[in-house]
């Protein structure tokens, strides 16, 4: 049966840029890793498919608020062995990582987790980035994409370098039967990897291969080879939109899967709709106009901080020409040509979530909006983005998800240990 997906993206102390500002924030633990832990409880008391970690490699405008601080796969170990079924998954940076090391420590957690791990692959996307791996600048779209290619594609065939059965272990004999453990013997246009991994295959075969593309490359590689997909959708219809034509991409592919796609989600609950939206305005009035501004400008890429803040959004470049995220400016565009805000309008409006879908509302009314979505071809589930932490995401497993349950949308209990096993998803053969 068709049920719901959520996972929960954790970032500092929530989405909403002011968040770390807000009197009940916990910023002094964001360097504790039981921070991160109790999180992750939360989310697994409320049956949650996985929790989520983005990352970045350079720190600007550190004055600003916190975005990155203990590195994810580190943690990733810690979270394996203070929880028992909830998903873990981590971005990796296909321009910056290697696919041996990136294999290697991803394995080695699909171990820790007894089969809990999952990798979101991303290209990165800014210079300062770059500068902090050896790059004057960041290599332009078509290299990265073609990078991501060849680093998903050598990381999968290190995933199947040892078989099934290759691990005997026979005191009087072989510890691995050595026709059972192959070289890879990868050759490109990126990597050089002989191969094989230093440890044996894992509990799920392969770690679960998220992606979120958003441009024609990206929406290409998504559609041959993610196993689950993240989005940016602002509203229902373009929501459709991204699912029906990933949907179609799988199908072309040939793959015969069904790959799960979620869009990001910010969620406001409160017992009426004037507690949801006094929520919404606390955060929102903390928030300097100063670091919107700069926030935006990392958006739409360029700078902004002399736009005037109760005019008209000054005209866009098209999506064509921008050489950033591009699901992300499509949003901004589309929110632009949609609402016809003034800049101040318009930081209010991202603020939170950058222009994911929002939902402000009582538990009902929002679970309302999330099963419209699921129903009509606009998610198979959601990337939970709280503006605050913990009490974005306690108000949700406690107020929203038990709605979901009494509607049969979303499980009671988990069915399974693994991560693909929560998104129904098959073990791949070696």
Not at 231 to 250: E, M, N
Not at 329 to 344: Q, S
Not at 388 to 395: A, V
Request: glycine share 8%; aromatic share 8%.
């Amino acid at each position: 049966m068709r049920q719901l997906h959520f996972n929960l993206f954790i970032m500092g102390c929530g989405h909403h840029k002011a968040a770390w500002r807000h009197p009940d924030s916990q910023v002094e633990r964001l360097g504790d890793v039981r921070f991160y832990e109790e999180l992750t409880q939360i989310a697994e008391r409320g049956k949650l498919d996985a929790i989520f970690f983005a990352d970045g490699q350079s720190s600007d405008n550190v004055s600003d608020g916190p975005r990155w601080f203990l590195e994810p796969l580190t943690m990733m170990a810690a979270l394996a062995r203070a929880t028992e079924r909830i998903g873990l998954i981590s971005t990796v940076s296909s321009t910056f990582y290697t696919p041996f090391v990136a294999a290697r420590m991803l394995c080695s957690l699909d171990h820790v987790s007894n089969g809990r791990m999952g990798w979101n692959v991303v290209t990165s996307m800014f210079d300062s980035e770059a500068r902090n791996h050896g790059y004057e600048a960041m290599p332009d779209h078509a290299w990265r994409y073609a990078r991501a290619e060849e680093f998903v594609d050598t990381a999968l065939q290190l995933f199947d370098s040892w078989s099934d059965s290759a691990l005997v272990m026979d005191r009087k004999g072989d510890y691995a039967k050595v026709d059972q453990v192959r070289q890879i013997l990868h050759k490109g246009d990126h990597f050089l990897v002989d191969g094989p991994l230093t440890l044996p295959r894992s509990p799920q075969g392969q770690p679960v291969l998220f992606q979120a593309g958003a441009s024609e490359q990206g929406r290409d590689l998504a559609a041959r080879k993610a196993e689950a997909i993240y989005a940016v959708a602002y509203d229902l219809p373009s929501a459709q939109s991204y699912y029906r034509d990933i949907k179609r991409r799988v199908r072309e592919a040939g793959r015969g899967v069904d790959v799960p796609v979620m869009p990001g989600l910010v969620t406001y609950v409160g017992s009426t709709m004037e507690e949801a939206r006094r929520k919404q305005q606390e955060l929102d009035e903390l928030l300097p106009a100063e670091t919107s501004l700069r926030q935006l400008g990392m958006f739409v890429g360029q700078d902004c901080m002399n736009w005037e803040l109760d005019a008209p959004v000054p005209p866009l470049p098209p999506l064509e020409s921008f050489k950033g995220p591009k699901g992300r400016y499509a949003t901004m565009l589309r929110i632009v040509e949609m609402e016809k805000p003034t800049v101040r309008q318009l930081l209010g409006r991202i603020a939170a979530g950058g222009g994911h879908c929002t939902m402000v509302g009582t538990p009902e009314s929002i679970a309302d909006q999330i099963e419209q979505w699921w129903r009509n071809e606009g998610a198979d589930g959601f990337n939970l983005m709280p503006p605050s932490l913990p009490n974005g995401i306690r108000d949700f497993v406690e107020q929203v998800i038990p709605v979901l349950q009494k509607r049969g949308l979303f499980r009671q209990e988990y069915e399974h240990a693994t991560l693909r096993g929560h998104l129904g998803l098959e073990r791949p053969a070696a």
